[in-house]
């Protein structure tokens, strides 16, 4: 089972982008990477997923190298709500979960 | 729409109670699953049901059963609750991904159980 690594915490401030990269070594060819965010007292939230390359959408952006053994979370010009946990997931969803570990994922703090 | 609804949001219950935590979900999506989330952890898989009929255990299954209703709805039984079942548990679902296609997992908002 492919396991990531990531920073505990990072802190950064109102309109800054931020960048945070996970490791997954081992990584398998069908595994895909998948970034959810986490606000205190809710589920945690779909961000974005990706094979390889970069990938897009109105949230964030992910970079995966062609060696596809890190990955990084980009989130532009981020402000007070983006504070927030955010996992980094390897693996196969395919109708089910258990192939997916959750870390303790990366807290982020977002000051004025 | 309302996604994945779970109930209740608060519990307090005594060692040796039962109780059964509700999850339905409106998407029509085949597979749902059961988390707990406990300070310093990450999440950690209970029991999942990749469709309807069918229920699997996870990592952490122990004290815990399942039924999967029908395939809308997943609840999470707890027979006789110890203290080490106090946590948070989020119930998920998730459409079919099938091969190569993987898809985004929608939470409900979370169950706050004390076992006291």
């Known amino acids: 089972l492919a396991k990531t690594t990531q920073p505990i915490s990072m802190d950064s401030y109102e309109g800054q982008e931020v960048n945070i990269t996970c490791s997954h070594n081992?990584?398998?060819?069908?595994?895909?990477i998948t970034w959810y965010q986490q606000f205190p007292s809710q589920g945690p939230r779909f961000i974005i997923q990706?094979?390889?390359?970069?990938v897009t959408n109105e949230v964030a952006s992910l970079f995966i190298p062609a060696d596809r053994k890190s990955s990084t979370l980009s989130l532009p010009r981020v402000s007070l709500s983006d504070t927030a946990v955010y996992y980094c997931?390897?693996?196969?969803?395919?109708?089910?979960?258990?192939?997916?570990?959750w870390g303790l994922g990366t807290s982020l703090a977002v000051n004025p | 729409n309302a996604g994945v609804t779970q109930t209740p949001k608060f519990q307090v219950l005594k060692t040796g109670q039962s109780m059964t935590l509700q999850c339905a979900q409106d998407?029509?999506?085949?597979?749902m699953y059961w988390y707990r989330q406990d300070p310093g952890m990450g999440l950690r898989l209970i029991y999942y049901?990749?469709?309807?009929?069918?229920?699997d255990k996870g990592e952490v299954p122990n004290g815990y059963n399942v039924s999967r209703l029908n395939k809308r709805e997943f609840s999470l039984r707890l027979e006789s609750a110890a203290p080490s079942q106090t946590s948070v548990y989020f119930c998920?679902?998730?459409?079919?991904?099938?091969?190569?296609?993987?898809?985004?997992?929608?939470f409900g908002q979370g169950t706050r159980l004390t076992v006291v």
């Open positions: 081992n990584i398998a060819t069908n595994d895909y």
């Open positions: 998407m029509n999506h085949n597979s």
């Open positions: 997931l390897v693996g196969m969803n395919a109708g089910n979960n258990r192939k997916l570990i």
């Open positions: 049901s990749a469709s309807e009929g069918t229920t």
């Open positions: 998920a679902s998730t459409s079919t991904g099938g091969q190569p296609l993987n898809t985004e997992a929608f």
């Open positions: 990706g094979y390889k390359t970069k």
